[in-house]
């Protein structure tokens, strides 16, 4: 799936065009790579990054395991902002545009193409 932005939203998004829900904007924290520098607990790693973690990759021997890397999320982002893929942008774009539909950009130029022909 091809990421388009983040966009903050108070409540889980929906595609506009087919509905689905929108995924998390997630980012990735790597502890150093010295065991000293990579938590033990998913409590340490909480208070290291100081956001929502919905991941924690482990590493190390066994009998030492520590986290590695986690993914955050913020709490409010979202991937693609209104949609959930790029096809679906497009498909929302072409039923808007065989609707009749346009934006003041495409008015102002048709507006000005009829001026100046």
């Given at each position: 799936m091809a990421t388009l932005f983040p966009a903050?939203?108070?409540?889980?998004?929906?595609?506009?065009?087919c509905g689905a829900k929108l995924r998390k904007w997630i980012e990735w924290v790597e502890f150093g790579p010295k065991a000293e520098d990579q938590p033990r607990t998913k409590e340490e790693a909480n208070r290291r990054t100081n956001r929502k973690i919905v991941h924690y990759t482990w590493g190390g021997p066994e009998g030492d395991r520590r986290i590695v890397r986690v993914s955050t999320w913020d709490g409010e982002r979202y991937q693609g902002g209104y949609f959930?893929?790029?096809?679906?942008a497009v498909d929302f774009a072409f039923l808007f545009a065989e609707q009749g539909r346009e934006t003041v950009t495409h008015q102002k130029a048709i507006a000005y193409q009829r001026e100046n022909p």
């Open positions: 903050k939203h108070d409540k889980q998004p929906h595609c506009r065009y959930c893929k790029i096809q679906c």
